[in-house]
């Protein structure tokens, strides 16, 4: 019992890493007032440069930079696109995505399959010694420790400093941003690449951390689990937090349920963090009064930005 | 103190050195329409400098320019002499320039102080408390730690002008500051603003209100159709003249007599309290109303006290659940719970108060536009478009109101606000409805345009329809209306005949005088 | 602040030839993008050409094979166009597709031996129910609980694929298919007949083409259709006449569910000819690119549809004769998507130098 705990405690928090650090990227990009739909493609890519990085050099920090790299890359042409040529958000969203995944797939040919070693463990002294918890939660690599830490700051940087004041007024009303002399363009791209470097992370952790291994599809709606989770949190950091656990353990309930010798068809199991973000988000947007309350103003509205 | 007693004693601008600001031969225009043609302007410090003009003169053109939004495409800028050339808002702060917009550039989800910081680099607690001594100075009563959404429109214009002073400015842009206060509200802006200008200020004051630059300002530049037809001292020239110089003719207004209601109300409210939709917006609370045939009955108040949820509650765009249908009647028939589409059917018709995106689909003609309220006009068979018939009856609109346009194949946003407003009016009119209720019929329109309209509903209202007008402009709801009613914070003051409804009586209404004691508390102070 | 070195302008008034611009800029950058992926696996940019692009229409068999491919691509299209147009994202034509597959097998491996002329037009009305009844789904969230219908489809497409290998897998599973993942082939009356004897084209490009025309009165001659536009265009003008928006998401969603079912049903009772793992190569994400390219208009997505069939061919060919991964072809339809919608800045907007204006001035 103890074991199966401890390994429901890691399990979760290393599924819920990358959906925490892809999301803490996305909630940037949607404060500011942007629906970036691309995060599947482009944890996708992240995934599989990222991989191709330390099949080369064998380092995964290197890793990590590149898969989020990737994910800049990537993310510079959804914002061209979307704040420059004025595309529609929901349609750039979904081309530049196929793009990824089209990519990710190219790319990844050759390491179709393979597998790497995972990554260092940083047990932290005496939290780790402590039964069931102490393996469960303590003993991961950094990245795990860091990406709820990077949510704290994102919390801070919203509440608190002038850049994330500049995102929330951006957001609510770029009109009114505009005319007080802050550059909405500037400001919505830098967002979107930093969501690009979340997500781009994201996708390399996965591929290089907790999957250790690249094949097509790797990434399996995740980016999508992303989107929806930004929408579960109401653009809000501590609930943020919250549903990327949730969802952690939504995505691990799997092999948890299989452990426990239960007879359920395995595509059930499967389909269940997917039928969670269902339900999950019919419950949160129920009350539309508090959505439009929470969401940023501006969300999905093209802003001509030239004018 | 009155207005017309403060003028007297204010101390005339200083005259010595460059002038502040010196436009000389400005031009700017926009795709067809040239909006500023070789406008001329001086300001020197401690000035109070009108800017006058009708909608659409181009006034609000001028100021952006002024204000960096945009450059000019000719002509040369001159600030304490020196020529300069504004890129952006920010630039012009730079140089100390700021303004205080008509549609504030407020952030609603935000503190009064994080707005402020938006714009005034400073450390949190020490803008708090800055916020609080200039609010003290210049009489600017706010809490700096109040969401923006919760605040009335009175106290948002004064963030903005707090903001505005932080940050020291030489010149101060009011873009109709007035539009947003009741009458007892306004002796306390000018009382701010006299203080700015004895304190060596510049202030360039943009108003279409004939007597309140006759008692505030030093001097006036007429602007009529982009151009600058006049510069004078408006403590010197009667209203008529400034009217005249304005519009280029008399100020035309309606001929009415009077009304002829029916016996049964075709429009009814009972007891109606709803809360609003919106997160920001205002709920309303136990509105009783009746409107009869064959008058028209305004609705006057500042903006922001209901006015929209108002108006969507009558149109059926915001509904009532089915318990509670019958506390909304349209001749008769209970309607609370019905979609604006049949209450259309029931006769009653409705132009909202946004042109663009409600009352009309900007990116379809108005041969389309024409069947987005009157499909029901034998325009569509068997589920089909007769486009000829949609056609036809757009061309109908167009002539019978006058609108100038291309011809029913042009796109409603081709069309000025003037014209999509005449198109719409037209349209609704064409529907033969029992009922019209009209949100801010004239505003942003022409004086000609407006003067039509307001002909066009007292007409209608002649011919038995019962029309509700919901305003911000007094002057316009004195001139079409029989009886008004004052909303306040959600609330509904009873009717004032027009007898009895005097400036000074429905001021005392639109901050909250008709309401019982323990009410009052909520009062603002104007 | 940085201000850009260009204005864009909304253009105001009809567009006319002009709109063409932005597909065949769209198609230029794609052959462009695909020379240089192509050479990436290795194939000379002239031969790349050749086999994605000309191959395809060299020879009748081929060109049937881009009619085969390109009736479900036409079909769900037209379908999710009408939903784009009111603004109802629906993601989710893959997973109505392959509901569609299922519901239209149903029948077929029911009566296995059956030889009612009936099968066909009741595979077909089965498998649009179950495609509808899926998107209806979404219908039913996004009306009652304001659930975003972007990713309750899109979460659908999921459970729709895991629904399907549950069934393949299990309960509809060929007992004499040496437990293959696959069902029991269907009865001759379950097969669409083919046209012209050329190839393996069957009839549903004759049902795309109708349903085209359909496509076309509904959105240009139909109230209906225009309620959905106003509703897509300007929401609040929408409320204003009194069209119901929950209505429009209904019927948007129903309209896009049951194309992208039938579109299903073309499938198991065309060149599958049973119920597989692998019912369609991403048909319902291609056809939401289609449904864009195209201009969501129906005319424009009929040509939309027979280019990215012609992608669909050429890559198949590519793969078979020279290795070229599949994912060329889904970078392809991304570059193409992508490049249309930045295209479409010139079409939309007028765009000039700001330094011209300046020196223009105003005459």
Redesign the interface.
């Known amino acids: 019992m103890g074991t199966t705990l401890a390994f429901l405690l890691s399990g979760t928090l290393l599924a819920a890493t990358p959906l925490l650090l892809a999301a803490i990227g996305e909630l940037i990009v949607e404060r500011s007032g942007i629906l970036n739909l691309s995060i599947e493609g482009m944890m996708a890519l992240g995934a599989v440069v990222g991989f191709a990085t330390i099949m080369a050099t064998g380092s995964h920090w290197l890793a990590l930079g590149a898969g989020g790299t990737a994910g800049v890359a990537l993310s510079v042409l959804f914002a061209g696109v979307v704040l420059l040529a004025l595309g529609n958000q929901v349609a750039t969203g979904i081309a530049v995505g196929i793009l990824g995944l089209g990519l990710s797939g190219l790319i990844g040919k050759s390491y179709e399959g393979m597998t790497v070693a995972p990554m260092k463990r940083m047990p932290i002294p005496v939290l780790s010694e402590i039964p069931i918890i102490g393996p469960g939660l303590f003993n991961h690599s950094l990245l795990v420790y860091l990406a709820p830490l990077l949510a704290v700051g994102l919390w801070w940087m919203l509440r608190s400093t002038r850049i994330g004041l500049v995102i929330r007024a951006v957001g609510e009303s770029p009109e009114s941003a505009h005319a007080i002399g802050y550059s909405v363009l500037m400001t919505r791209f830098l967002a979107i690449m930093v969501g690009g470097f979340m997500a781009g992370l994201a996708g390399a952790f996965i591929a290089t951390v907790s999957a250790t291994l690249w094949s097509d599809g790797l990434i399996a709606g995740r980016g999508w689990i992303v989107v929806a989770l930004v929408v579960f949190a109401t653009w809000r950091v501590d609930r943020l937090v919250i549903g990327a656990y949730l969802f952690g353990l939504a995505t691990i309930a799997e092999l948890l349920v299989q452990g426990m010798g239960i007879s359920v068809p395995s595509q059930l199991l499967t389909s269940i963090p997917y039928i969670a973000t269902i339900i999950a988000i019919s419950i949160l947007s129920m009350d539309s009064r508090k959505m439009r309350l929470n969401s940023p103003a501006s969300l999905g509205r093209t802003y001509n930005s030239t004018a | 103190m009155g207005i017309a007693a403060m003028a007297a004693c204010r101390p005339e601008p200083i005259d010595a050195g460059p002038p502040l600001l010196d436009l000389g031969g400005v031009t700017k225009a926009f795709q067809t329409v040239v909006a500023n043609r070789d406008v001329s302007l001086t300001i020197r410090p401690g000035e109070i400098h009108a800017v006058l003009g009708e909608n659409g003169a181009g006034k609000s053109t001028l100021m952006k320019m002024i204000y960096g939004v945009f450059p000019p495409d000719a002509g040369e800028m001159r600030w304490n002499g020196e020529t300069i050339m504004l890129t952006s808002p920010a630039q012009a702060r730079k140089l100390g320039i700021g303004m205080v917009f008509q549609h504030f550039s407020l952030f609603e989800s935000l503190t009064v102080a994080e707005n402020i910081s938006l714009t005034v680099p400073d450390s949190m607690a020490r803008l708090t408390d800055r916020i609080r001594e200039i609010g003290q100075r210049f009489s600017l009563p706010v809490n700096p730690d109040s969401l923006v959404h919760s605040l009335s429109v009175g106290e948002r214009q004064r963030v903005e002008i707090i903001r505005c002073l932080l940050q020291e400015p030489r010149l101060i842009i009011m873009d109709e500051p007035t539009s947003v206060l009741p009458p007892s509200g306004i002796p306390a802006l000018f009382e701010t603003i006299g203080e700015l200008a004895a304190q060596g200020c510049a202030v360039l004051f943009i108003s279409h209100k004939l007597e309140e630059i006759r008692s505030l300002c030093h001097s006036a530049t007429v602007m009529r159709s982009g151009e600058v037809v006049a510069t004078v001292d408006p403590r010197r020239a009667s209203a008529s003249e400034l009217a005249h110089l304005m519009i280029g003719r008399e100020i035309p207004h309606p001929k009415r007599s009077a009304p002829r209601p029916g016996q049964d109300p075709v429009l009814e409210l009972s007891r109606l309290s709803q809360p609003s939709d919106d997160p920001f917006g205002v709920g309303l609370h136990d509105l009783d109303l009746r409107l009869y045939s064959g008058e028209i009955v305004g609705i006057a108040g500042i903006s922001g006290n209901g006015q929209k949820e108002l108006a969507a509650l009558l149109s059926g765009e915001m509904l009532l659940d089915r318990r509670r249908r019958d506390l909304v009647r349209v001749s008769g028939s209970a309607c609370g719970d019905m979609d604006a589409g049949r209450r259309r059917r029931l006769g009653l018709a409705f132009v909202p108060e946004d042109r663009n995106g409600r009352g009309s689909v900007p990116e379809m003609t108005l041969a389309e536009n024409a069947l987005l309220t009157g499909h029901a006009q034998g325009m569509v068979r068997r589920g089909l478009i007769e486009r000829s018939r949609m056609r036809a009856f757009a061309e109908t609109c167009i002539r019978e109101m006058g609108v100038r346009c291309t011809g029913p194949e042009a796109e409603a946003r081709s069309l000025s606000g003037g014209n999509l407003q005449k198109f719409i009016m037209g349209r609704e009119i064409r529907l033969k409805p029992q009922v019209l209720v009209v949100a801010q019929p004239t505003w942003g329109v022409d004086v000609g345009a407006a003067a039509l309209i307001r002909q066009q509903l007292i007409d209608l209202r002649d011919s038995g329809v019962g029309i509700l007008v919901i305003s911000e402009e007094l002057d316009e709801l004195f001139e079409v209306s029989d009886r008004i009613h004052v909303l306040f914070r959600g609330r509904l003051s009873e009717a004032l005949d027009r007898s009895a409804a005097t400036v000074s009586a429905i001021g005392d209404y639109m901050t909250g005088g008709f309401l019982s004691r323990d009410a009052t508390e909520t009062r603002i102070r104007a | 602040?940085?201000?850009?070195p260009?204005?864009?302008?909304?253009r105001?008034?009809r567009t006319g030839p002009r709109a063409l611009l932005a597909p065949l800029i769209a198609v230029v950058t794609t052959v462009a993008a695909a020379v240089i992926?192509m050479s990436?696996?290795g194939v000379a940019p002239s031969r790349a050409i050749w086999q994605l692009y000309i191959a395809p229409l060299s020879s009748l068999y081929n060109l049937s094979e881009v009619l085969l491919k390109m009736a479900p691509l036409l079909i769900i299209a037209q379908g999710l166009a009408i939903g784009f147009r009111a603004k109802v994202?629906n993601?989710g034509a893959e997973g109505q597709l392959l509901l569609g597959a299922i519901g239209g097998s149903l029948l077929p491996l029911w009566f296995n031996d059956s030889v009612n002329p009936m099968m066909l037009p009741a595979m077909a009305l089965c498998g649009m129910l179950f495609g509808m009844g899926w998107a209806a789904l979404a219908a039913f969230?996004r009306t009652r609980?304001?659930?975003?219908e972007?990713?309750?489809t899109?979460?659908?497409n999921?459970?729709a694929l895991?629904?399907l290998?549950?069934l393949v897998s299990?309960p509809l599973r060929d007992p004499y298919g040496f437990n293959f993942p696959q069902s029991a082939p269907f009865p001759p009356v379950a097969m669409l007949p083919s046209l012209f004897g050329m190839g393996r084209t069957n009839v549903s490009i004759i049902v795309a083409l109708l349903a085209t025309v359909a496509a076309w009165?509904f959105a240009e001659?139909?109230?209906?259709g225009?309620k959905l536009q106003?509703g897509g265009?300007?929401p609040?003008?929408a409320?204003?006449?009194?069209?119901?928006e929950k209505r429009a998401v209904w019927l948007s969603l129903c309209i896009g569910g049951a194309a992208a079912g039938l579109a299903g049903v073309f499938e198991v009772g065309g060149p599958l000819g049973q119920l597989q793992r692998v019912v369609s190569p991403g048909y319902g994400?291609a056809a939401?690119?289609v449904a864009?390219l195209g201009g969501l208009n129906a005319i424009g997505i009929l040509f939309a549809a027979f280019f990215m069939a012609v992608i669909y061919v050429g890559g198949d060919m590519a793969q078979a004769s020279a290795g070229v991964?599949?994912?060329?072809?889904?970078?392809?339809?991304?570059?193409l998507?992508?490049s249309y919608?930045?295209?479409?800045?010139f079409i939309?907007?007028r765009v000039r130098w700001r330094r011209d204006?300046?020196q223009?001035?105003?005459n």
Do not use: H
């Not at chain 3, 260009?6 to 909304?10: G, K, M, N, T």
């Open positions: 602040m940085i201000r850009l260009w204005i864009a302008e909304p105001i008034g992926l990436s696996q994202w993601i969230l609980f304001n659930a975003n972007i990713l309750v899109l979460m659908l999921s459970i895991q629904l290998y549950y299990g009165i001659r139909s109230m209906t225009y106003v265009v300007a609040d003008a409320r204003y006449a009194g069209f119901r994400f939401i690119i864009f991964p599949y994912a060329v072809n889904t970078s392809l339809q991304g570059v998507l992508v919608i930045a295209a479409r800045l939309d907007y204006i300046t223009q001035g105003v």
